[in-house]
């Protein structure tokens, strides 16, 4: 007897009739299987940018991870790695002061965790309790050594907080800050972090990129310390998913156990610059120009507005980057209004003025 997939029993030499209807079983357990991988791959969510910023406090992480958010063992420069977001014992985003699932700071099981984050206390003072009833929460891990019983020693060189976003259409300029915290004071070892990007569903290469602040945790310290970051053109305006990765890819140094390491506060910000240009100036529906000559920090726009109330004026470069905007109030009829408060270079700028149904484009040229 030869036991397949779940444990069916297939005979060697038995019915044949029996023998086929088993084989078939298997091999709808065969295909149920791989698609369910497939789709588990494909399921990982992301995040739709709206707005100009983008921030996440993880104070809901009882719920789960927010939209967008994955983590991951095994990661290297060119892969994602293993991802825990289904795992119960790996992933524990219910904060418990006891037991296996204890989520407490200087618990030493390998897991990512939901954790009390350090701004609710500047010395590392609060006991299992507070950091149970502390409601500013941060996504952590705790890192272990290579062991060939448990898949998460991994992550002693190999640890990955994600987060995918759905694509960067018409936004540009990323910048990101975000605290990094290292919270047990008793782990010796040292980890150090990056920051990354990747670009793709499944990247096969991730870029690392400068940033500022202290981007090492453990070293029997307690720091809540803030790391920014100023990404490159390559990230803006994209049709294609974008990974942002706060990652240690390197082992830690140092002897004895590996520290419990945080994020908080992420706030990613970027200009929201809509497809304007000096193609399309002419494909609107409200008559706009300039009137006389424009300086650095003052024009004079008219315009004829078919419906009275508030516009948004916005101005922008000829790379899309939105530079100034401020809301006017209109009456219907021919309108003259005097733009102030820029501090605009020589060149030239294309000016929006829409109140959502109608939209006036004209060019400004700064002398």
């Given at each position: 007897m030869?036991?397949?997939?779940?444990?069916?029993?297939?005979?060697?030499?038995?019915?044949?009739?029996?023998?086929?209807?088993?084989?078939?079983?298997?091999?709808?357990?065969?295909?149920?299987?791989?698609?369910?991988?497939?789709?588990?791959?494909?399921?990982?969510?992301?995040?739709?940018?709206?707005?100009?910023?983008?921030?996440?406090?993880?104070?809901?992480?009882?719920?789960?991870?927010?939209?967008?958010?994955?983590?991951?063992?095994?990661?290297?420069?060119?892969?994602?790695?293993v991802?825990?977001?289904?795992?119960?014992?790996?992933?524990?985003?219910?904060?418990?002061?006891?037991?296996?699932?204890?989520?407490?700071?200087?618990?030493?099981?390998?897991?990512?965790?939901?954790?009390?984050?350090?701004?609710?206390?500047?010395?590392?003072?609060?006991?299992?309790?507070?950091?149970?009833?502390?409601?500013?929460?941060?996504?952590?891990?705790?890192?272990?050594?290579?062991?060939?019983?448990?898949?998460?020693?991994?992550?002693?060189?190999?640890?990955a907080?994600?987060?995918?976003?759905?694509?960067?259409?018409?936004?540009?300029?990323?910048?990101?800050?975000?605290?990094l915290?290292?919270?047990?004071?008793?782990?010796?070892?040292?980890?150090?972090?990056?920051?990354?990007?990747?670009?793709?569903?499944?990247?096969?290469?991730?870029?690392?990129?400068?940033?500022?602040?202290?981007?090492?945790?453990?070293?029997?310290?307690?720091?809540?310390?803030?790391?920014?970051?100023?990404?490159?053109?390559?990230?803006?305006?994209?049709?294609?998913?974008?990974?942002?990765?706060?990652?240690?890819?390197?082992?830690?140094?140092?002897?004895?156990?590996?520290?419990?390491?945080?994020?908080?506060?992420?706030?990613?910000?970027?200009?929201n610059?809509?497809p304007?240009?000096?193609?399309?100036?002419?494909?609107?529906?409200?008559?706009?120009?300039?009137?006389?000559?424009?300086?650095?920090?003052?024009?004079?726009?008219?315009?004829?507005?078919t419906?009275?109330?508030?516009?948004?004026?916005?101005?922008?470069?000829?790379?899309?980057?939105?530079?100034?905007?401020?809301?006017?109030?209109?009456?219907?009829?021919?309108?003259?209004?005097?733009?102030?408060?820029?501090?605009?270079?020589?060149?030239?700028?294309?000016?929006?003025?829409?109140?959502?149904?109608?939209?006036?484009?004209?060019?400004?040229?700064?002398?």
């Amino acid at each position: 007897m030869i036991t397949g997939i779940a444990n069916l029993p297939l005979k060697i030499g038995g019915n044949l009739c029996h023998n086929y209807i088993l084989m078939k079983k298997l091999v709808l357990l065969l295909t149920t299987c791989i698609g369910f991988g497939t789709i588990t791959k494909a399921q990982l969510n992301s995040l739709a940018l709206t707005d100009t910023v983008y921030v996440q406090n993880f104070n809901a992480l009882g719920s789960g991870l927010p939209i967008g958010w994955h983590v991951f063992t095994e990661a290297t420069a060119s892969s994602l790695g293993v991802y825990w977001d289904t795992s119960s014992t790996k992933l524990l985003t219910v904060p418990s002061a006891t037991g296996s699932t204890r989520t407490n700071w200087n618990s030493t099981t390998g897991n990512f965790r939901n954790v009390a984050s350090a701004n609710n206390s500047a010395t590392p003072s609060l006991d299992s309790i507070a950091q149970l009833a502390a409601t500013d929460r941060a996504l952590a891990v705790r890192q272990i050594g290579a062991s060939a019983t448990n898949p998460f020693g991994a992550a002693d060189s190999s640890t990955a907080f994600a987060l995918k976003i759905t694509n960067t259409l018409h936004k540009a300029d990323f910048k990101l800050s975000f605290k990094l915290q290292s919270l047990d004071t008793s782990s010796p070892r040292v980890s150090t972090w990056l920051v990354d990007y990747g670009i793709g569903a499944t990247p096969t290469s991730f870029i690392p990129v400068t940033t500022t602040g202290t981007m090492t945790t453990g070293g029997n310290t307690y720091s809540n310390n803030t790391i920014t970051v100023d990404f490159p053109a390559a990230l803006d305006s994209l049709n294609d998913v974008v990974w942002i990765r706060v990652a240690t890819l390197t082992k830690t140094t140092g002897a004895s156990n590996r520290t419990t390491t945080a994020i908080d506060d992420f706030h990613l910000s970027y200009y929201n610059s809509q497809p304007v240009s000096v193609a399309n100036v002419n494909n609107t529906n409200m008559p706009l120009s300039v009137l006389g000559n424009a300086t650095s920090n003052r024009f004079t726009l008219g315009f004829t507005a078919t419906d009275a109330g508030k516009y948004s004026l916005e101005i922008y470069d000829l790379a899309g980057r939105m530079l100034h905007n401020e809301s006017i109030n209109a009456l219907t009829g021919v309108q003259r209004y005097t733009v102030t408060g820029m501090n605009l270079a020589s060149g030239m700028y294309i000016v929006k003025l829409s109140n959502g149904t109608q939209t006036g484009l004209t060019k400004v040229t700064v002398q």
